[in-house]
């Protein structure tokens, strides 16, 4: 199972904060990515990015200068960053197991607004 | 990036109907990177093919992928009534992306 935890409301030019939680499985499992989905109110799927243990980022090229994930193995957890927000990023945040994901948070809605 | 379209935007059918929701690559995408997703509102997508044509565990028989290249589809052979959703597909072959999504919905 994952779940993400963090701020529901966020200032625009602030960082975007959030971090997934793991249980039944671990990060540090190498046959995995570990990654983030987001999806605007009433809009679709956007990718953000993903990590794998074995080493190596993978970013949506569109959000890649303002987005940072990280693995954190003793807490089993994994997290992500999203600088610079602006209303745009206004969305539900998911956490999810694989590129393809087979297991997903049950998401996070984050809102910019001032 | 990939492009993904998918057609029809909506589409409405009756229970016990069948369905064939079509999903376009702006370049060719190999079949063993192509999934479907099934999302309801207020849910997370749910996993339905991985592989074009490959069920996730628990997905009905009713739910078959197909294609190859550039066409892709989902076909649901009776449409039950848990099955009015929106359906994603998306490719992992290169930096992942997602369709925009197909409603279907009760006639």
């Known amino acids: 199972q994952l779940r993400e935890s963090g701020p529901g409301l966020v200032k625009p030019s602030d960082t975007l904060s959030l971090t997934c939680t793991v249980s039944g499985g671990s990060v540090s499992d190498t046959s995995f990515y570990w990654g983030w989905v987001r999806q605007p109110p009433g809009k679709g799927l956007e990718w953000i990015g993903s990590i794998y243990s074995g080493g190596g980022t993978y970013y949506n090229p569109s959000l890649k200068s303002r987005v940072t994930i990280s693995l954190d193995t003793s807490n089993n957890q994994f997290s992500l960053e999203l600088r610079s927000v602006t209303a745009a990023d206004t969305a539900v945040y998911y956490c999810a197991r694989r590129l393809n994901p087979d297991h997903w948070g049950q998401g996070t809605l984050v809102t910019v607004s001032s | 990036e990939i492009v993904l379209t998918q057609s029809p935007g909506t589409l409405s059918s009756s229970p016990g109907e069948r369905a064939t929701l079509s999903c376009r690559a702006s370049?060719?995408?190999?079949?063993?990177?192509l999934a479907w997703y099934q999302q309801k509102p207020g849910q997370a997508p749910r996993l339905l093919m991985s592989g074009a044509s490959s069920r996730a565990t628990g997905i009905p028989d009713r739910f078959s992928g197909s294609g190859s290249g550039t066409d892709f589809s989902l076909t649901i052979s009776r449409l039950e009534p848990e099955d009015f959703a929106v359906y994603y597909c998306q490719q992992f072959s290169s930096s992942p992306t997602f369709g925009q999504g197909t409603k279907v919905e009760i006639k």
């Open positions: 370049q060719s995408v190999s079949s063993n990177y």
